[in-house]
């Protein structure tokens, strides 16, 4: 399948449809985008969400767990990188609404 087949493809329609009518305007309402670093970095959503944060020149916090580490670019981007452990803690909750609060001003 060609490139050009490959967007015309019904499928591939209905993404790049939910994408414009659902996601954009929910990142365009949002304060900030908060990522947390995945695993497995062939995460097609992610990359559509990350570089749509970049576009719109959102805040983005990037959020390193279980020993998950930002790529460099990201953590270069990234308004804040958010260092926590596993699990939920009040420690982690507290990180992340001081991170919150640093890139929204309130």
Request: proline residues 7%; charged residues 30%; hydrophobic residues 45%.
């Amino acid at each position: 399948m060609s490139y050009e087949d490959a967007w015309n493809d019904p499928d591939m329609r209905r993404w790049v449809d939910h994408v414009l009518s659902d996601m954009k305007p929910k990142m365009e309402a949002s304060a900030l985008v908060m990522q947390i670093v995945p695993s497995d970095y062939g995460d097609v959503k992610l990359w559509v969400e990350l570089g749509a944060s970049i576009m719109m020149d959102k805040p983005i916090i990037a959020v390193e767990v279980e020993g998950r580490r930002a790529p460099a670019k990201l953590r270069a981007i990234a308004d804040e990188v958010v260092v926590l452990p596993q699990g939920v803690t009040p420690q982690a909750s507290s990180e992340l609404e001081a991170a919150i609060r640093r890139v929204t001003g309130r």
